[in-house]
């Protein structure tokens, strides 16, 4: 039986992100990063199920938060979490919401049946023409988690994370941040190839649960496959990981950098 109520929920959930995003701070730049599940929610696992997801997603999330902050004092670093701890996907656009973030990056890595799937990509929620079942894999991949969760079909506005139709209802809320965000995502995905020498799995869209209530651009990267025993050695490597969080933080920074001409320009004009 279908619930009548469906679209008031999209709709309400809709006027929470458009307010949110009309309190955003103007004089501050705030980025939010997300390491990827955590404490009961181990994410993706290695062949060998020695290696979880969650330890290189809050690896990588926070050495990039370091680095960014080394080079942009000015710019405010927000993380969902710092532990190994439990935070629902809710929650992680709840902390970045509340911050009045101007940017939310969630950091992950894939996982594939066939051991030979291997590169690194970054989505963003929107509606994209040439859908693949490898996308719609991935986010229904990330979004099992809520499964975790008491009640999350009443959390999730009835969410199923085995159905694609649910994917594609909520891809439609993020769409007044779809150019910046596919901007920022353009920006990692290159420097991810050039800098980390990761195979280009290119930039796509797909519907994933911890993006579509951020009231900001957002993106999630997928790091590499775990499942894959030659990306899981660099996944875990010292070398990989810092490779991984300097070229998130160089995409960061040509995003950052064209927003402040951008912003500069704006003050010329009105000036003028």
């Known amino acids: 039986m ?9 709709l309400a959930l809709l006027a929470v992100v458009l307010t ?20 009961k929610d181990s994410g993706a696992q290695s062949a060998n199920q020695k290696v979880n997801e969650k330890d290189i997603a809050l690896s990588v999330a926070l050495r990039t938060g ?15 979490r710092k532990t190994d701890v439990y935070v629902t996907l809710n929650g992680r656009a709840d902390i970045a919401n509340k911050a009045k973030a101007d940017l939310f990056v969630s950091i992950h890595c894939n996982a594939a049946e066939s051991r030979k799937a291997y590169g690194a990509e970054v989505f963003v929620l929107g509606s994209e023409e040439n859908r693949t079942e490898a996308n719609l894999n991935a986010a229904k991949l990330e979004n099992s988690v809520i499964l975790l ?21 909520f891809e439609y809320l993020q769409n007044e941040f779809l150019k910046e965000s596919i901007e920022v995502a353009q920006g990692v995905q290159t420097q991810l190839h050039s800098t980390a020498k990761r195979y280009n799995r ?19 990267v997928e790091l590499g496959f775990i499942s894959n025993a030659e990306e899981e050695k660099y996944l875990t490597s010292s070398t990989g990981k810092e490779k991984l969080s300097t070229s998130i933080a160089n ?7 064209n927003l402040k001409k951008s912003t500069s320009k704006s003050a010329t004009s009105e000036k003028c």
């Open 2 to 10: 279908k619930d009548k109520h469906h679209p008031r929920r999209l």
């Open 149 to 169: 969760e008491k009640d999350y079909k009443k959390h999730y506005q009835g969410y199923d994370p085995n159905s694609p139709e649910s994917s594609i209802i």
């Open 251 to 257: 995409g960061f920074d040509k995003y950052y950098d």
């Open 66 to 80: 370091e680095i960014i902050r080394k080079r942009h004092p000015e710019v405010k670093v927000v993380y969902t």
């Open 202 to 220: 290119g930039v796509h869209q797909a519907g994933f649960l911890v993006l579509h209530a951020t009231a900001m651009p957002s993106i999630l």
């Open 20 to 39: 949110a995003l009309s309190t955003m701070a103007a004089d501050e730049f705030v980025i939010a990063i997300d390491a990827g599940h955590g404490g």
